[in-house]
T-cell receptor, first 109, second 114 residues
Framework: DQQVKQNSPSLSVQEGRISILNCDYT??????FLWYKKYPAEGPTFLIS?????DKNEDGRFTVFLNKSAKHLSLHIVPSQPGDSAVYFC????????????FGTGTRL | DVKVTQSSRYLVKRTGEKVFLECVQD?????MFWYRQDPGLGLRLIYF???????EKGDIPEGYSVSREKKERFSLILESASTNQTSMYLC?????????????FGDGTRLSIL
């Protein structure tokens, strides 16, 4: 039962354009959402997060949007740069779960 | 900066061997986690610990055990390695369950079971 889904295994974007990575979830108890970036042969690096009390969080070129009614979040990267090429994982936390994270399957940008 | 160190980057073992993967964090974090990453499956939680000597099963604990004797160290044990445990293993730590803190990851151990 995949509670966090990233339906696009890969995405290609031109340098300078906007990259939009999408993530859907099914567990309505999730209250904290994160995006991680992973290069080959390295561990995931925390990128940006958002609490369920917000609908947007911005950090430089990265913005995360949360639509709770649709159970959907997205990561926008503007402008996209060659160094952004990596696998991006979204993750979600259930407050009943002792800080456990449930990860999506990743999108290769 | 948080530093999570995994003892080996690459490891090759034989079927039936007992395998130990070690992880150390230097930021006094309460929570520690072990994941495995496989193509098309994302990161799946094996075990986690929220305090010394405490452990809880994750989503795929079968064939694994863990040990947390000291706060900074969390070990993953493959009791009798099998070929389907060939994978990338990732250790992570986080500060406290009360603060919605992100998990910080080590660079991973790529384990091959022959």
């Amino acid at each position: 039962d995949q509670q966090v889904k990233q339906n696009s295994p890969s995405l290609s974007v031109q340098e300078g354009r906007i990259s939009i990575l999408n993530c859907d979830y099914t567990n309505s108890m999730f209250d904290y959402f994160l995006w991680y970036k992973k290069y080959p042969a390295e561990g995931p690096t925390f990128l940006i997060s958002i609490s369920s009390i917000k609908d947007k969080n911005e950090d430089g070129r990265f913005t995360v949007f949360l639509n709770k009614s649709a159970k959907h979040l997205s990561l926008h990267i503007v402008p996209s740069q060659p160094g952004d090429s990596a696998v991006y994982f979204c993750a979600a936390s259930d407050p009943r779960g002792n800080e456990k994270l449930t990860f999506g399957t990743g999108t290769r940008l | 900066d948080v530093k999570v160190t995994q003892s080996s980057r690459y490891l090759v073992k034989r079927t039936g061997e007992k395998v130990f993967l070690e992880c150390v964090q230097d930021m006094d974090h309460e929570n520690m986690f072990w994941y495995r990453q496989d193509p098309g499956l994302g990161l799946r939680l094996i075990y986690f610990s929220y305090d010394v000597k405490m452990k809880e099963k994750g989503d795929i604990p079968e064939g694994y055990s863990v040990s947390r004797e000291k706060k900074e160290r969390f070990s993953l044990i493959l009791e009798s390695a099998s070929t389907n445990q060939t994978s990338m293993y990732l250790c992570a730590s986080s500060l406290s369950s009360a603060l919605n803190q992100p998990q910080h990851f080590g660079d991973g151990t790529r384990l091959s079971i022959l």
